[in-house]
């Protein structure tokens, strides 16, 4: 194929297909090979995978900012109930000012220094998604604010579904990559600057923001806010951690290798041997792992001890375990 005279230049491109190599050519210059082309298709795949995730995390940080919204308008700031963080210190703010000064706007003043001052703490990707939950949930609380009735005025009510909702939303924010900034941050700028943990930081800030509930509010509602809080917590781990719908088994016996084989036969169940020494006997011995599903917690304890009544088991909750006979991991 000739191309057409440009000005005082005439160029002459060929483009040509050969086998088996797969080779782009123009002119007499390879400019494709078949390791371009293959890298060049990994490059598009891995944009578009990248592009999925991006977009499955910003659409969840959404979703996520809807429900803190909603638990928001819907339940707490109608019934003054100011349950820790910014939003609490939003929810004082707006009904000292007699209600001038809205709270989804006061959030979004109040969270930008905090996100500014934790850029480095959060890094880039984290700041980013977070930047736009916090201006997503301001935005929406500011929408939603006078268009929804409310629902209750009963105190217990409130507090109970508005940290449940909250909570929601809060803990699919923080599954998408994001934070819901507030006293996160004021806990990570704590941690860096004071001799405190983050723990330790997050549960002062909640507390003084509690505490000024009490002072401008009354010591009731400021009891119910920090119900609220204790709700939100928990649903918080629930919706990170996933709800415990299986149990993780240490078994310690002189028969491991029995009770093993039980297991595989009677349960179906996979078991793990990791080597443990008794500290005060001194004596080594198997301690095995199995992960089990709660309607199979009674079957393995009477296989155990029907085994050896002298094992030493003990059980605990286990969290969203992935892997064969359970939960898939979901890349997205």
Not at 36 to 46: A, P, Q, T, W
Not at 74 to 98: C, D, E, K, M, W
Not at 308 to 328: M, N, R, S
Request: charged share 15%; hydrophobic share 50%; proline share 3%.
């Amino acid at each position: 194929m000739k191309a057409s005279d440009l000005g005082a230049k005439k160029q002459e491109f060929f483009v040509a297909y050969r086998t088996p190599n797969c080779c782009i050519t123009v002119g007499e210059n390879t400019v494709l090979g078949k390791d371009n082309i293959k890298s060049l298709g990994r490059v598009v795949s891995y944009v578009r995978a990248s592009l999925r995730k991006l977009i499955h995390a910003y659409f969840w940080i959404t979703v996520g900012s809807a429900f803190i919204a909603l638990g928001l308008d819907l339940f707490l700031v109608p019934n003054r109930i100011a349950a820790g963080g910014v939003s609490g210190l939003a929810t004082i703010i707006y009904y000292l000012s007699g209600a001038r000064v809205p709270v989804g706007w006061t959030l979004l003043v109040l969270n930008i220094p905090l996100f500014l001052l934790s850029y480095r703490e959060l890094g880039a990707r984290v700041f980013v998604r977070s930047l736009y939950g916090a201006l997503a949930t301001s935005v929406l609380v500011e929408l939603l604010a006078h268009r929804l009735p409310i629902l209750t005025n009963d105190l217990l009510l409130a507090s109970f579904y508005g940290g449940v909702i909250s909570g929601i939303g809060m803990g699919v924010v923080l599954r998408a990559g994001g934070t819901t900034g507030g006293t996160d941050l004021v806990a990570r700028l704590l941690h860096k600057y004071f001799p405190v943990t983050v723990g330790q930081g997050l549960l002062g800030s909640d507390f003084v923001v509690i505490s000024l509930a009490g002072v401008f509010f009354n010591a009731e509602l400021a009891l119910y806010a920090l119900l609220a809080l204790l709700v939100t917590s928990k649903v918080i781990d629930l919706v990170q951690e996933g709800i415990s719908f299986a149990k993780a088994a240490y078994i310690i016996s002189v028969k491991p290798e029995e009770i093993a084989q039980a297991i595989f036969r009677e349960l179906e169940r996979g078991v793990t041997a990791l080597s443990g020494q008794g500290m005060y006997t001194g004596e080594t011995r198997p301690v095995l792992i199995c992960v089990v599903g709660k309607t199979e917690e009674s079957r393995l304890k009477d296989l155990v001890y029907s085994i050896d009544p002298q094992a030493f088991v003990f059980i605990t909750d286990a969290h969203e375990v992935l892997g064969e006979g359970f939960k898939t991991y979901d890349k997205r």
